[in-house]
């Protein structure tokens, strides 16, 4: 979320109390743990590394890329309007001055997408274009043209700028990058809101043994209580409440939308 320095220092003191709790829970049962260190970015080889603890990905991704080789374990939370419990949505974002107010006003102009690979980004908008029309319209294009921005960040500032006329932007990111970059809030509007899925999942490697921790729910554990134990400054900007355990069939949904969309004729954003 909001790949910026604040934010990233923000993860960080949550992650150096989970380290320290994790360390000591390691002592407790009288095993001598590795450096533990927090990393930022989405090379794949990471998620592959047998080092790698834990690693955030998308509902999405996981469930395209990750389902056979790792496991959901636990999801953040979030005191952010948009996201309910371990659920969260995404807004559907527009110029301020844009004349259009909702999502169906919007066929035949451009849009802009942070990626493919994305729920929040791609596949809820996917769905919600699906379900505005009949199926046998659901053949041609909504869109004139599609843009990959590359990241929410970036599909909120194409949008400001008149690059692309719509966007999808989680609850999550939409907050945090108004936070840092306010003069937005005076260039976008929401005209929309997409259905609820799961949040973003911590997935752990199938292969990596839990036997130290006694189970992935002592882990959960940890996770949480870091939350509660971290510095409240850093707490309070990332509006975070703790962290929820998750399972695999915690995000079918996800895969349930992108077949409601197949189903209505529309089986890519177009």
């Given at each position: 979320?909001?790949?910026?320095?604040?934010?990233?220092?923000?993860?960080?003191?949550?992650?150096?109390?989970?380290?320290?709790?994790?360390?000591?829970?390691?002592?407790?049962?009288?095993?001598?743990?590795?450096?533990?260190?927090?990393?930022?970015?989405?090379?794949?080889?990471?998620?592959?590394?047998?080092?790698?603890?834990?690693?955030?990905?998308?509902?999405?991704?996981?469930?395209?890329?990750?389902?056979?080789?790792?496991?959901?374990?636990?999801?953040?939370?979030?005191?952010?309007?948009?996201?309910?419990?371990?659920?969260?949505?995404?807004?559907?974002?527009?110029?301020?001055?844009?004349?259009?107010?909702?999502?169906?006003?919007?066929?035949?102009?451009?849009?802009?997408?942070?990626?493919?690979?994305?729920?929040?980004?791609?596949?809820?908008?996917?769905?919600?274009?699906?379900?505005?029309?009949?199926?046998?319209?659901?053949?041609?294009?909504?869109?004139?043209?599609?843009?990959?921005?590359?990241?929410?960040?970036?599909?909120?500032?194409?949008?400001?700028?008149?690059?692309?006329?719509?966007?999808?932007?989680?609850?999550?990111?939409?907050?945090?990058?108004?936070?840092?970059?306010?003069?937005?809030?005076?260039?976008?509007?929401?005209?929309?809101?997409?259905?609820?899925?799961?949040?973003?999942?911590?997935?752990?490697?199938?292969?990596?043994?839990?036997?130290?921790?006694?189970?992935?729910?002592?882990?959960?554990?940890?996770?949480?209580?870091?939350?509660?134990?971290?510095?409240?400054?850093?707490?309070?900007?990332?509006?975070?409440?703790?962290?929820?355990?998750?399972?695999?069939?915690?995000?079918?949904s996800i895969a349930d939308l992108e077949q409601q969309a197949i189903d209505a004729g529309y089986p890519k954003l177009q």
């Amino acid at each position: 979320y909001a790949p910026n320095t604040v934010y990233q220092q923000a993860w960080q003191a949550w992650f150096d109390t989970f380290r320290a709790l994790y360390v000591k829970q390691c002592a407790a049962t009288g095993h001598v743990l590795a450096g533990l260190q927090l990393g930022f970015g989405f090379d794949d080889a990471v998620y592959q590394a047998p080092n790698t603890l834990l690693a955030q990905t998308c509902g999405y991704p996981l469930l395209k890329k990750w389902a056979t080789t790792h496991r959901p374990i636990a999801v953040p939370t979030f005191a952010i309007e948009g996201c309910k419990g371990a659920q969260y949505s995404s807004w559907f974002i527009a110029r301020r001055e844009a004349s259009e107010t909702s999502l169906a006003d919007f066929a035949g102009k451009a849009v802009g997408i942070s990626g493919h690979g994305s729920n929040s980004g791609m596949n809820v908008l996917r769905h919600a274009v699906a379900m505005l029309r009949p199926k046998a319209q659901n053949e041609r294009p909504f869109f004139v043209k599609q843009i990959i921005t590359g990241g929410h960040a970036l599909s909120m500032q194409a949008v400001a700028k008149g690059e692309v006329g719509v966007a999808a932007i989680d609850a999550v990111s939409y907050a945090y990058t108004l936070k840092l970059q306010p003069a937005l809030a005076t260039q976008l509007k929401v005209i929309g809101q997409s259905v609820y899925t799961m949040g973003l999942p911590f997935i752990m490697a199938n292969k990596q043994p839990l036997d130290i921790l006694d189970g992935e729910k002592v882990l959960v554990v940890l996770m949480d209580q870091a939350v509660q134990q971290m510095p409240s400054a850093a707490r309070n900007l990332l509006k975070l409440n703790g962290f929820a355990a998750v399972e695999m069939k915690d995000y079918l949904s996800i895969a349930d939308l992108e077949q409601q969309a197949i189903d209505a004729g529309y089986p890519k954003l177009q």
